[in-house]
């Protein structure tokens, strides 16, 4: 540098300094872009799943609950988000992120779309305006987006397909449009091409592999069956994940439970084809749990349930695998049938989602543990009391059931209407 014409040295101290601001501004540049959320969706920084392991985010499982060691680590699950999932949803996303969960798994049915979700018409922009039903099923998706996904910030979210999602004018092409940065993330799209290169075909139903864990998203959407492509899809699946020594468990996840369940009044068993093609399925997967552990998880009853294949029949085959039922994001809740009391737990009048935790501090390999984790009326935040009104959230609560009684175990079975019931 030349000062009044001639050479001037800066001390080395200076230039250290220099090198140090500019240093700290790149990073607080890097990070406001890094540390922007984006509900689940990929950006240039980040997928809907990060890292096909569980990264650092398991890391910090231990500091976040104190219950689990730095090698275990959390995902969550749940379902039906319709009806008043606009309020609730927004807790399950805080819930995940003090979890400190790798990501978390929609099991489907995400707005009503044959009629209005009451938080929908709550919302202050639209309380007390008059909405046509197109207005709204044009828009449904866009709010949960909006209201259900984004608040979950850079915590991933897999998506699966529910039976209102096929409700009349919306289709699975429309579907995957609208959801395609989901339906597509890395993690998926790397599986699908790893197991077939000339794959290209986005679909309702995937698998990816974290943390020795094969996750497998089923669709039984269309008459609660599975159809042929996907069945031998499926097959394929399984086979190569009972063959691969890095695999230690498979968790299969999808909206309608698999047939005979303890809440087959509401799964597979409502079409023949679904009985047929859901059986097969539960066949194959005992078949592999000879060799790994195998985990089922569903939503569409409106209740949760844990051990929900412990039926007397199955109990006497041995032919019992580990299953749940969290359809408690939001929707109506339905009354739990009358052989709940022969299930390990069984809750109805309840939202809330499931907390898995893989590699438990005690745990055989390849075990996972899952406990529900309740939303209460006090969990909702005030910026939600806010959009939506006190009023509207208590009746959320306090109404939005088929069963005001709130049985803690068992009840009778309820008579729905075919709209309530699916």
Not at 264 to 293: C, F, I, T
Request: neutral net charge; contains cysteine; charged residues 20%.
């Amino acid at each position: 540098m030349l000062e009044n014409g001639k050479p001037v040295r800066r001390s080395a101290v200076s230039f250290c300094i220099a090198a140090s601001i500019i240093a700290a501004l790149l990073t607080l540049a890097a990070g406001s872009v890094t540390g922007q959320t984006n509900g689940g969706r990929p950006t240039p920084t980040q997928t809907p799943s990060r890292k096909p392991t569980p990264g650092p985010r398991s890391a910090r499982t231990g500091s976040a609950t104190g219950g689990a060691t730095a090698a275990s680590w959390r995902f969550v699950v749940g379902g039906d988000s319709r009806n008043c999932g606009d309020i609730v949803m927004p807790s399950v996303a805080a819930g995940s992120a003090a979890q400190g969960a790798a990501f978390y798994w929609h099991l489907g049915d995400f707005r009503a779309i044959y009629d209005f979700d009451q938080d929908f018409l709550q919302q202050t922009e639209r309380r007390g305006k008059k909405v046509s039903i197109s207005d709204y099923q044009r828009t449904a998706w866009d709010d949960f987006i909006e209201s259900q996904l984004i608040p979950f910030g850079t915590i991933p979210v897999f998506l699966g397909i529910g039976n209102h999602e096929l409700v009349a004018p919306k289709t699975r092409p429309e579907l995957l449009n609208q959801f395609a940065d989901w339906f597509n993330a890395e993690p998926i799209r790397r599986q699908r091409l790893q197991d077939d290169p000339k794959d290209h075909r986005l679909k309702t139903w995937y698998h990816w592999i974290q943390g020795g864990i094969d996750f497998v998203n089923l669709d039984n959407a269309s008459s609660d069956q599975f159809e042929a492509d996907q069945a031998r899809w499926f097959e394929g699946v399984v086979t190569r994940a009972e063959a691969n020594p890095e695999i230690r468990a498979i968790v299969v996840g999808m909206h309608a439970a698999l047939p005979d369940s303890l809440a087959a009044g509401h799964s597979m068993n409502d079409w023949a084809q679904g009985e047929q093609s859901g059986r097969r399925v539960y066949a194959r997967l005992l078949q592999v749990r000879k060799k790994k552990p195998v985990y089922l998880f569903a939503s569409h009853s409106h209740f949760y349930m844990r051990g929900i294949f412990g039926t007397r029949e199955k109990k006497a085959s041995a032919e019992v695998l580990p299953g749940w039922i969290a359809g408690t994001g939001g929707a109506f809740r339905y009354a739990l049938p009358a052989v709940a009391s022969e299930a390990a737990e069984a809750r109805t009048n309840v939202y809330g989602y499931l907390v898995v935790t893989v590699a438990a501090p005690g745990a055989a390999p390849g075990e996972i543990r899952a406990e529900f984790h309740e939303i209460r009326e006090s969990d909702v935040p005030a910026s939600i009391l806010s959009r939506y009104g006190a009023d509207t959230v208590h009746e959320c609560f306090v109404g939005n059931t088929a069963s005001p009684a709130l049985p803690a175990l068992s009840a009778p079975a309820a008579s729905a209407s075919p709209a309530l019931r699916h």
